[in-house]
């Protein structure tokens, strides 16, 4: 009964900023990692940023400077602040929640459009 639930997404110019955000809710779920993917049509899945219960972060090269990403493990969410956004950025963003020693768990997704 563990689910991801995101809000955020949608349409900004380049240069633009978003905030993801995903909560996920079920009675003792505790995620180790929290973090956010992405994929763009014709394309795999990508990590954009992983953070741990204990705040350690891991972004991919292609964000470093641009996107932060923070949890409130209180409240089980994790966000994604996006600033200086890219074309290229465009992509169906995933929420992901790992636990380490079991279940992982997915999003369904949240579309953001970065225009020229």
């Known amino acids: 009964q563990v689910q991801l639930m995101e809000s955020g997404g949608g349409l900004v110019q380049a240069g633009g900023s978003l905030t993801l955000s995903c909560a996920a809710s079920?009675?003792?779920?505790?995620?180790?990692?929290m973090g956010w993917y992405r994929q763009a049509p014709g394309k795999q899945r990508e990590l954009v940023a992983r953070?741990?219960?204990?705040?350690?972060?891991n972004y991919a090269e292609f964000v470093k400077g641009r996107f932060t990403i923070s949890r409130d493990n209180v409240k089980n969410t994790v966000y994604l602040q996006m600033n200086s956004l890219k074309p290229e950025d465009t992509a169906v963003y995933y929420c992901?929640?790992?636990?380490?020693?079991?279940?992982?768990?997915w999003g369904q997704g949240t579309q953001v459009t970065v225009s020229e």
């Open positions: 992901n929640a790992d636990q380490v020693f079991g279940t992982d768990y």
């Open positions: 953070i741990t219960r204990g705040g350690n972060t």
């Open positions: 079920g009675m003792g779920f505790r995620p180790d990692v």
